[in-house]
């Protein structure tokens, strides 16, 4: 049996066991800290409402995320026929959230109650990069807003 | 002011929520299909194209590639191959071969009952088939068969789509380099091609024709089939694991007889006596590994 085989079948079973264990455990943080962060209001409008009396500041969170080999695999055959990658998805899922609620979190150290006009942006690392593993940043940002 | 709020958003609407090794199994297998089609189609591709190689470049091949030949190094053995030689000449005469095309016959004492064409119009003739055999008529049937194969280019069809499977696998997996030069240098002539049964069938055919002209009748031809279907199956392995059945085999010969014999009692021929006789055998050989 040639050595590149065993190789590959050995990252391709550890890469789903890891894997999948991180993103289990990773989407359990993700319900945990949103339910945590709840009551701070989140909003992508531009113009804040009439509130009275407020200060913002800018504040914002980011997450870069790496994909197991068994995604990235899966995710090549996929190449071929086309359709959903939906082993993507839940990768950017958790990343977009991830990211969101690290902005919350600066926003609830500064004391903010909302976080208003957050964006998203979205950007790969190591792009088109031959043989390498491909990782997700997300980065949130926003004002957020408190009483003074 | 206006009321703003962040509802609970429930799970799975950006996610599919299907387990990631159903989207495995199932791509795997397209492609796994896919590919498979694919050297099918190259390895079809490759017989077919492989025919239109010229017989005078098969035989440079075969000699480059053939060091397996047993070497008819004592007299015995010469007088069986002149014999041998001299029957595939009589059967050629009658089978249209190719102006360029010329048959090598090759006497083995091997016990191995057996007979096979390979490249080049090169055709081995163990010792264990003809002891087997009751008379002339049977072994013209074999060699008329092994004839056909030359004459069909069955054995480079085989190399063709053979080598094709290999190339394509080489190079998809990666592995190939090392494993191909492996492969040619070790090239076994001889344990490298299986035919088809249609090809078989084919060779069947044409021998039967061939035997009707040299003979004028096709008596004593299923003799060789009717010696194997009562022997027990391992032994003939080798020979019988890509041939049609032999019941079928047999039937078939009876069907040609009824349709071009002329009635009546027709005479055999007989072996030579000095085919029957055995010498000491000569070092164990690569021929029937």
């Known amino acids: 049996m040639p050595i590149d085989l065993i190789v590959f079948l050995v990252l391709l079973a550890s890469g789903y066991i890891f894997g999948q264990a991180a993103e289990k455990r990773h989407y359990k943080s993700i319900f945990e800290r949103e339910k945590a962060l709840h009551g701070i209001l989140c909003s992508s409008e531009r113009h804040l409402p009439e509130m009275g009396n407020v200060e913002g500041t800018l504040v914002s969170g980011s997450v870069v995320i790496s994909i197991d080999y068994f995604k990235r695999f899966v995710a090549g055959l996929r190449n071929l026929f086309g359709g959903r990658i939906s082993a993507y998805e839940s990768l950017l899922d958790r990343a977009r959230r991830e990211a969101i609620l690290r902005m919350k979190a600066e926003a609830g150290a500064y004391g903010a109650s909302s976080v208003w006009n957050i964006r998203l942006e979205t950007s790969s690392i190591y792009k088109n990069t031959q043989g390498s593993i491909g990782s997700v940043e997300v980065l949130a940002y926003g004002t957020a807003i408190k009483f003074r | ?289």
């Open chain 2, 1 to 289: 002011m206006a009321l703003y709020e962040n509802p609970e958003i429930p799970e799975g609407i950006n996610v599919t929520a299907e387990h990631p090794l159903k989207d495995f199994v199932l791509l795997l297998l397209a492609a796994t299909g896919i590919l498979l089609a694919a050297v099918l189609a190259l390895s079809l591709l490759a017989g077919y194209l492989v025919r239109y190689v010229p017989f005078a470049q098969e035989q440079a091949l075969a000699s480059r590639l053939s060091t397996e030949f047993q070497r008819a190094n004592s007299d015995a053995s010469k007088q069986k191959q002149a014999y041998l030689q001299a029957l595939a000449n009589r059967l050629a005469a009658n089978m249209d071969l190719p102006k360029d095309m010329s048959i090598t016959v090759h006497y083995s004492t091997d016990k191995t009952v057996n007979a096979m064409a390979t490249l080049g119009g090169n055709i081995i003739i163990f010792q264990g088939l003809i002891d087997v055999l009751p008379n002339e008529n049977a072994l013209a049937m074999v060699m008329a068969h092994e004839i056909a194969h030359v004459r069909n280019r069955h054995p480079i069809v085989a190399l063709g789509r053979g080598f094709a499977v290999l190339l394509a696998i080489s190079s998809l997996t990666g592995v190939g380099d090392e494993l191909m030069q492996r492969w040619v240098s070790n090239m076994s002539m001889i344990t490298l091609f299986s035919f088809s049964r249609s090809q078989e069938h084919e060779a069947d055919v044409d021998a039967l024709q061939a035997l009707l002209k040299t003979y004028g009748h096709v008596e004593g031809a299923a003799a060789f089939f009717e010696y194997a279907a009562k022997q027990p199956r391992l032994e003939l392995t080798q020979l019988l694991s890509t041939h049609p059945g032999l019941e079928d085999r047999v039937a078939q010969i009876q069907q040609f007889a009824q349709e071009h014999d002329a009635a009546g009692k027709h005479e055999l021929r007989a072996l030579p006596d000095f085919i029957m006789l055995h010498e000491p055998q000569a070092p164990a050989t690569a021929t029937c590994d």
